[in-house]
């Protein structure tokens, strides 16, 4: 655009002419408005001229002067059909004067010209309008000439009346038209001088304008130049430069505050980069030795890493397995859980049994008791016998002793001796026998006696072990299933434990993966930093353009 | 011929030695008697010294069973003969042929032991009391009974 390469001062002084212009424009359209409207001018004359025109032809209505002649004309009217006529003429004239009357009544001002117009001359009008219409009328109709005489002569003298105050309502408007028009011209004689005032104003403050618009442009261009000064010494890289006056709270002297801040701030930040660009010297410095030993160390988490992946792969085999184990050590548990819980139920039936075991151990042993007092009492017997048996023997003994002592004379005897000493032995031997029995039988009952005791006893302990062994399955039982439950608890550790061995194995290789990924981004990392360290000595050749003063 | 049985083993004995065969009577045992004596019983009112077979012969004493028996024999010269109760543990009579005896192991310290005889149930080895008693338990017996009046039961039995 054009005007947008003006300097600040000329868009002032244009604007200014602008405002100038459109001002006299306006005072020049407002002057013609009011010499055309002016009263005395051009358009007023016209108004007037026509209102002239046509309150010299038309008969007054507010004035009764045409009832008059209407009045005079039938008082000499003798035809009927022409009385008539005449008589509707002058009501009409009286209906045309009524509503006359009641516009002016409203459009005057309360004044003397009102009283005039709406008393004084409506008075004897309304009066004339009776007469005539209450005297003239009927007499005319009665063809009385002697009445309507008399009538006319009241009805003149009521005209005459209402002349004259028309007179002086004509001769009142005369003057306050004469007044009004004195007025108008003052005030539009005012207006122009007004309008010359005005002018001449606004002359005087386009010229004080033009010579701020002039002052402040200058002291605007002069600090704006003063600010390009210090910004074009600033772009050199003089970072020592001030700005002078830089107190003003105007834009310019925001912008030079800026400006001053702006460098101030560029001082301390260039003198922050330069030691910044030092740090980072040393830093790409530090960052090369570092990397080579980031290699090395690459290589050993590398190998760490191999180590520790094999190690959390054989731990998650080792666990799998384990679990496996256990899985199936847990399946084990459990069917002896149920074996156990066969053995329980079998030896609840096994306790019942014992029970009548122990009822007929009882009985077997009252009725050994009965068998041994029977055999007692055979034995008692047996024992006599015996003692007889073995008396007998003794004395066919001691008889063959004595026998055989007597020689030949005692072999009779000796005979005899021997057949009774037979006898005796086959009674000892039967009585030995019987004896023998007995006493098995003896022994055998005592024995049976005694075994029943023992078995009762072991029937009881049975039982009691019987209850024991239940108690204790239960237990074994409770137990296996707690284990079962640790069983699944430890198993889901192994579970866990093998994924996160797994887990730590997939990590590992991943690790090495990225120390790999690492060890071949080395040089690339190298590069880089011997990059940095130029872009380093880049910046610090740079910075040193600036001058930072002390 | 008188069978005593010891251990299980027969030994005959002459018949005309025994007095009397009894059941096994009470014993009253005697102190500092020969290991051999058991103690002394009274036979018919004469106090008569018993010698258990079994501990003399095998060492060991005789089990008491019903067939157990105390021969009563003679011992001693005819004049001042003893008695003396032989504990056995069973006792029973045989008639022995003689003829068929043959001669059993003599042995230096066993002066007792007789000819072997048959019975037809088997071998018997005979004894003598005297032999089997020895001196010792003998001269214990006799001089215990030189102080004694002359037994006049023993006449009675010897008499019977």
Not at chain 1, 68 to 91: P, V, Y
Not at chain 1, 293 to 308: E, K
Not at chain 2, 21 to 27: A, F, G, I, N, R
């Given at each position: 655009m054009v005007i947008r390469n003006l300097g600040l001062e000329k868009k002032l002084m244009l604007l200014l002419s602008i405002f100038s212009l459109a001002f006299f424009a306006f005072a020049f359209v407002s002057w013609h408005t009011i010499e055309t409207v002016r009263v005395n001018g051009p358009l007023y004359g016209s108004i007037v001229e026509g209102k002239d025109l046509v309150a010299?032809?038309?008969?007054?209505?507010?004035?009764?002067?045409?009832?008059?002649?209407?009045?005079?004309?039938?008082?000499?009217?003798?035809?009927?059909?022409?009385?008539?006529?005449?008589?509707?003429?002058?009501?009409?004239?009286?209906?045309?004067?009524?509503?006359?009357?009641?516009?002016?009544?409203?459009?005057?001002?309360?004044?003397?010209?009102?009283?005039?117009?709406?008393?004084?001359?409506?008075?004897?009008?309304?009066?004339?309008?009776?007469?005539?219409?209450?005297?003239?009328?009927?007499?005319?109709?009665?063809?009385?000439?002697?009445?309507?005489?008399?009538?006319?002569?009241?009805?003149?003298?009521?005209?005459?009346?209402?002349?004259?105050?028309?007179?002086?309502?004509?001769?009142?408007?005369?003057e306050r038209n004469l007044q009004l028009?004195?007025?108008?011209?003052?005030?539009?004689?005012?207006?122009?001088?007004?309008?010359?005032v005005l002018g001449g104003l606004v002359l005087a403050v386009v010229a004080v304008l033009a010579w701020l618009t002039l002052v402040m442009a200058n002291s605007l261009t002069a600090r704006l130049s003063l600010a390009a000064g210090v910004a074009s010494r600033v772009a050199d890289g003089d970072l020592t430069v001030r700005v002078p006056d830089a107190s003003e709270s105007d834009e310019s002297?925001?912008?030079?505050?800026?400006?001053?801040?702006?460098?101030?701030?560029?001082?301390?930040?260039?003198?922050?980069?330069?030691?910044?660009?030092?740090?980072?010297?040393?830093?790409?410095?530090?960052?090369?030795?570092?990397?080579?030993?980031?290699?090395?160390?690459?290589?050993?988490?590398?190998?760490?890493?191999?180590?520790?992946?094999?190690?959390?792969?054989?731990?998650?085999?080792?666990?799998?397995?384990?679990?496996?184990?256990?899985?199936?050590v847990n399946a084990v548990a459990g069917q002896a859980a149920q074996v156990a819980e066969g053995g329980r139920s079998l030896l609840e039936g096994m306790q019942g049994a014992m029970q009548q075991l122990q009822q007929g151990t009882v009985s077997i042993s009252t009725r050994l008791g009965t068998i041994r007092e029977k055999t007692s009492d055979i034995s008692g017997v047996v024992t006599t016998i015996t003692k007889i048996a073995d008396q007998t023997n003794l004395l066919s003994i001691n008889a063959a002793i004595e026998a055989e002592k007597a020689g030949d004379q005692g072999l009779g005897f000796m005979v005899l001796a021997r057949e009774i000493r037979r006898l005796a032995d086959q009674t000892a031997a039967a009585t030995l026998d019987i004896e023998q029995m007995v006493r098995h039988m003896q022994s055998a009952v005592s024995a049976g006696v005694m075994e029943m005791d023992g078995f009762a006893a072991q029937v009881e302990r049975g039982v009691g072990v019987?209850?024991?062994?239940?108690?204790?399955?239960?237990?074994?039982?409770?137990?296996?299933?707690?284990?079962?439950?640790?069983?699944?608890?430890?198993?889901?550790?192994?579970?866990?434990?093998?994924?996160?061995?797994?887990?730590?194995?997939?990590?590992?290789?991943?690790?090495?993966?990225g120390a790999q990924a690492g060890a071949d981004a080395l040089p690339e990392f190298n590069a880089s930093i011997a990059g940095l360290r130029d872009a380093a000595d880049s910046l610090t050749q740079e910075i040193s353009r600036f001058k930072l003063g002390t | 011929m008188v069978v005593l049985t010891v251990a299980g083993q027969r030994h005959a004995l002459n018949?005309?030695?025994?007095?009397?065969?009894?059941?096994?009577?009470?014993?009253?045992?005697?102190?500092?008697?020969?290991?051999?004596?058991?103690?002394?019983?009274?036979?018919?009112?004469?106090?008569?010294?018993?010698?258990?077979?079994?501990?003399?012969?095998?060492?060991?004493?005789?089990?008491?069973?019903?067939?157990?028996?105390?021969?009563?024999?003679?011992?001693?010269?005819?004049?001042?003969?003893?008695?003396?109760?032989?504990?056995?543990?069973?006792?029973?009579?045989?008639?022995?042929?003689?003829?068929?005896?043959?001669?059993?192991?003599?042995?230096?310290?066993?002066?007792?032991?007789?000819?072997?005889?048959?019975?037809?149930?088997?071998?018997?080895?005979?004894?003598?009391?005297?032999?089997?008693?020895?001196?010792?338990?003998?001269?214990?017996?006799?001089s215990a009974a030189a102080d004694l009046p002359p037994d006049p039961l023993s006449a009675q039995a010897h008499g019977r």
């Open positions: 010299d032809i038309l008969p007054p209505p507010a004035y009764i002067i045409e009832s008059h002649l209407l009045s005079l004309q039938l008082a000499e009217e003798s035809e009927a059909a022409q009385q008539a006529l005449l008589i509707e003429r002058g009501n009409a004239l009286r209906v045309e004067f009524d509503r006359r009357h009641e516009h002016w009544k409203r459009a005057l001002a309360p004044g003397t010209l009102s009283d005039t117009m709406n008393v004084s001359a409506y008075r004897p009008a309304v009066a004339y309008f009776e007469v005539r219409e209450a005297e003239l009328i009927p007499a005319v109709r009665a063809r009385n000439p002697v009445r309507v005489q008399a009538a006319m002569t009241v009805l003149n003298q009521r005209y005459e009346e209402h002349r004259r105050a028309i007179d002086s309502v004509v001769r009142l408007t005369n028009e004195q007025t108008a011209e003052k005030s539009v004689s005012d207006g122009r001088r007004n309008l010359i002297g925001r912008l030079l505050t800026a400006i001053q801040a702006m460098t101030t701030s560029l001082h301390s930040l260039v003198a922050r980069v330069r030691l910044a660009s030092n740090m980072l010297s040393a830093s790409t410095a530090e960052f090369t030795k570092a990397g080579r030993q980031q290699d090395r160390h690459i290589g050993g988490l590398r190998d760490s890493a191999v180590q520790i992946a094999g190690g959390a792969r054989s731990i998650s085999e080792t666990s799998a397995d384990l679990m496996s184990t256990m899985e199936s019987t209850a024991q062994v239940g108690t204790q399955l239960g237990q074994i039982i409770g137990q296996v299933k707690a284990l079962s439950e640790r069983f699944d608890a430890v198993n889901h550790g192994m579970r866990s434990q093998s994924q996160g061995a797994r887990q730590i194995s997939e990590a590992m290789t991943q690790l090495m993966a | 018949a005309a030695g025994v007095v009397e065969v009894l059941p096994w009577l009470p014993v009253a045992s005697l102190v500092l008697a020969p290991p051999a004596v058991v103690g002394v019983i009274d036979y018919r009112g004469t106090v008569v010294p018993v010698v258990d077979l079994c501990r003399l012969l095998v060492g060991r004493d005789c089990r008491r069973w019903l067939a157990s028996r105390m021969a009563v024999v003679r011992v001693g010269p005819p004049a001042r003969h003893r008695l003396v109760a032989l504990l056995a543990e069973g006792c029973t009579l045989t008639r022995l042929d003689t003829a068929s005896a043959q001669p059993g192991l003599h042995r230096p310290d066993a002066p007792f032991l007789g000819p072997l005889l048959n019975d037809g149930d088997g071998l018997l080895q005979s004894i003598d009391p005297e032999q089997l008693l020895g001196a010792e338990i003998i001269d214990a017996v006799l």
